[in-house]
């Protein structure tokens, strides 16, 4: 009975001693973190619009009513050093974007990138690669999985590119897929259907299962050729539909109008960044302390970066 009562004791000590590691800081105490900009940007020769998001951060200790969100009434300005492009507001797709004719984005320029938002301002400067790497050779192929009667297909293409010598180089590549296929469209809710023939993109998804993945870069490889993972789309499947009772199954019929290949020879703020970001999102491990997101917004968050878009078009004869 003695002993019973010892180990009630010790036990009641031990959960008393617990109760006190736990400490309620006062809320005077904690770290005041203002709210930054963040700004996303990336620029290149071969796009058609020049893009900007603008949001903003929510520190740890914030409000709960504080909630981010894209920030639309900002003042946003790229300049060449020369000439200076005012960004509006975009508020169908909430962002900052205006046609690439308002300023152009040449090979091996610098561009300076400004946010002004009341008191908050940032800034940020990035040069575009001077050359496009195009890929030199390729191969597509085709890959099934399933059974028989529910065979998946899907398309499969790799690529080579030769390395710029004598510099360091940051690559990414992205691939897409132009695809004519059918669906079955109802005539007038009647239950009659026709075959109709539509068109639609697709991008591929790379494998890295092999250790690599869509960002490359040349350390200890400069000059040397590099290769692409395997870049992986599903076509489309057999639709099944109904009319009168009876069922029907509707092939695709699909046709390849083209594959467009593309080797992304960016700027180190657009491949750290990028790798940042895939890094964190990769890390399934608890006990793996957080990393850092690379940033070069001077007075914010967020990354201001360039590429260089080469490119090979293959159009099946």
């Known amino acids: 009975m003695f002993a019973r009562y010892i180990i009630f004791l010790f036990l009641t000590l ?30 290149s020769p ?21 909630k981010g969100g894209v920030i639309p009434n900002a003042v946003v300005k790229l300049s060449n050093g020369t000439q200076e492009a005012v960004i509006p507001f975009d508020t169908a797709n909430q962002l900052y974007s205006v046609d690439k004719s308002a300023l152009a984005i040449l090979p091996g320029k610098t ?29 597509i192929d085709t890959s099934y999985s399933g059974s028989l009667s529910a065979r998946d297909t899907s398309l499969t293409v790799k690529y080579n590119w030769n390395d710029i010598a004598g510099q360091t180089n940051y690559y990414r590549v992205h691939a897409s897929l132009d695809l004519e296929y059918s669906i079955p469209e109802e005539l007038s809710g009647n239950g009659q259907f026709k075959e109709k023939r539509i068109r639609n993109r697709f991008n591929f998804n790379w494998d890295d299962t092999i250790g690599r993945n869509d960002f490359r870069s040349d350390v200890n490889l400069d000059g040397t050729e590099f290769s692409s993972p395997i870049g992986r789309v599903n076509l489309p499947d057999p639709l099944s539909y109904s009319s009168n009772d009876t069922v029907y199954i ?62 090979l078009v293959y159009r099946p004869q």
């Open 111 to 139: 561009y300076f990138l400004s946010v002004v938002n009341g008191i908050r301002s940032v800034k940020a400067t990035c040069t575009v690669p001077a050359t496009a790497v195009v890929p030199a050779t390729y191969k």
């Open 14 to 43: 031990f959960l008393t001693a617990c109760e006190s590691l736990v400490t309620e800081v006062d809320k005077g105490n904690l770290p005041q973190v203002a709210s930054k900009l963040v700004v996303q940007c990336f620029i």
């Open 46 to 66: 071969q796009a058609a619009r020049i893009n900007v998001v603008v949001t903003e951060s929510v520190p740890l200790f914030a409000e709960p009513d504080l």
């Open 250 to 311: 509707s092939y695709p019929k699909s046709k390849i109008i083209s594959i467009t290949m593309e080797v992304y020879n960016t700027d180190e703020h657009y491949f750290k960044y990028h790798r940042s970001v895939q890094t964190r999102g990769d890390s399934d491990n608890p006990f793996v302390e957080p990393s850092l997101i690379y940033t070069n917004i001077e007075g914010g968050l967020g990354c201001f970066g360039a590429y260089n878009s080469g490119q």
